[in-house]
């Protein structure tokens, strides 16, 4: 069965502090990871990753593949309050009659001031 | 939000009535999806359609109708409403094939009682 696992489940850090959030992917017909950012609201987008080892960086965000171990990291660097939401991962595939994403069941992330 | 509507954002309802939702672009991308949200399970896929008249279900169909007569808009039907149904409601929308990025609408919460 497919699946997508992250961990840790809930984080809770200091402003300033690095963190890095990690998905693993068991998914037959890979076609993409995505991370989405969830603050009490509707899912944003933040990143897809189709290649390993190529990183995706947005201001403090970063992201990276390794489709050989099946995993992706989120790293964000000096956090601020405003880093305080759910992050999801989500896994893309292809084929038969239902290419989609699954998705993990996310990573709660707070930051303290 | 990429240009994503959601009618209602916001439901209280009855055991055993009728409900529809209501998705609405205006970016003219070729799908559209269905998610509902709910503690312990994350995004779960309840139908998608892929164009016009043409749509697909999802992992968590049982008890959902859906039809697209226009490219803008996708609507999401509760035949009979459950406790069970009560949730959140997410519309998503992409212009690339499954399986790579979409975008979603503010959302639906749907209380049955």
């Known amino acids: 069965e497919d699946k997508v696992v992250q961990s840790p489940l809930s984080l809770v850090v200091h402003e300033g502090d690095t963190v890095t959030l990690n998905c693993s992917y068991e998914v037959t017909n890979f076609r993409s990871l995505l991370w989405y950012k969830q603050e009490k609201k509707a899912p944003t987008f933040l990143f897809m990753l189709?290649?390993?080892?190529i990183e995706k960086k947005s201001g403090r965000l970063s992201s990276i593949l390794d489709k050989k171990e099946l995993f992706s990291i989120l790293n964000i660097t000096a956090t601020q309050t405003g880093d305080s939401a759910v992050y999801l991962c989500a896994v893309g595939y292809y084929g038969g009659s239902q290419g989609n994403l699954i998705f993990g069941k996310g990573t709660k992330l707070s930051v303290k001031p | 939000d990429a240009g994503i509507t959601q009618s209602p954002r916001h439901k209280v309802t009855e055991t055993g009535t009728p409900v529809t939702l209501r998705c609405h672009q205006t970016?003219?991308?070729?799908?559209m999806y269905w998610y509902r949200q709910d503690p312990g399970h994350g995004l779960r896929l309840i139908h998608y359609?892929?164009?016009?008249?043409?749509?697909d279900k999802g992992e968590v169909s049982d008890g959902y109708s859906v039809s697209r007569s226009k490219t803008e808009d996708f609507l999401l039907t509760l035949e009979s409403a459950t406790s069970s149904q009560t949730s959140v409601y997410f519309c998503?929308?992409?212009?690339?094939?499954?399986?790579?990025?979409?975008?979603f609408g503010p959302g639906t919460r749907l209380t049955v009682t």
């Open positions: 998503a929308i992409s212009s690339r094939d499954p399986g790579y990025e979409q975008y």
């Open positions: 359609s892929y164009g016009v008249k043409d749509t």
């Open positions: 970016e003219n991308h070729r799908y």
């Open positions: 189709t290649s390993s080892g």
